[in-house]
Nanobody, 126 residues
Framework: QVQLVESGGGSVQAGGSLKISCAAT????????MGWYRQAPGKQRELVAL???????NYADSVKGRFTISRDNTKNTVYLQMISLRPEDTAVYYC????????????????????WGKGTLLTVSS
């Protein structure tokens, strides 16, 4: 089974910086892309940033120039460096990993499957 474990959330003041990380553990998973999504209270979950296995990145317009996504393929870990934080960045940030997964215990293969972390809360105060 694949697990995604986020860390690094917390509370910061507007204008501050924070770096969150997410490590994927487990076997049988060939990761194609990892990303961060966020969900603010009363809003739908939205894509924040995405990075592919060959380091192509994609960002939401609202975070371009402020957030940077990176990954360490040797550790199956993705990072999100956030600067110039705003109160509207307050949300639960979820890690996502997409790829092909082989379950040895079940003998099944799934293509383009998504795994999600449990989320880490970021609160930005004004």
């Amino acid at each position: 089974q694949v697990q995604l474990v986020e860390s690094g959330g917390g509370s910061v003041q507007a204008g501050g910086s924070l770096k969150i990380s997410c490590a994927a553990t487990g076997s049988g998973f060939e990761i194609h892309a990892m990303g961060w999504y966020r969900q603010a209270p009363g809003k739908q979950r939205e894509l924040v940033a995405l990075i592919t296995s060959d380091d192509n990145t994609n960002y939401a317009d609202s975070v371009k120039g402020r957030f940077t996504i990176s990954r360490d393929n040797t550790k199956n870990t993705v990072y999100l460096q956030m600067i110039s934080l705003r109160p509207e960045d307050t949300a639960v940030y979820y890690c996502n990993a997409n790829g092909d997964y082989y379950s040895a215990s079940e003998g099944t293969f799934s293509r383009d499957i998504d795994f999600w972390g449990k989320g880490t809360l970021l609160t930005v105060s004004s």
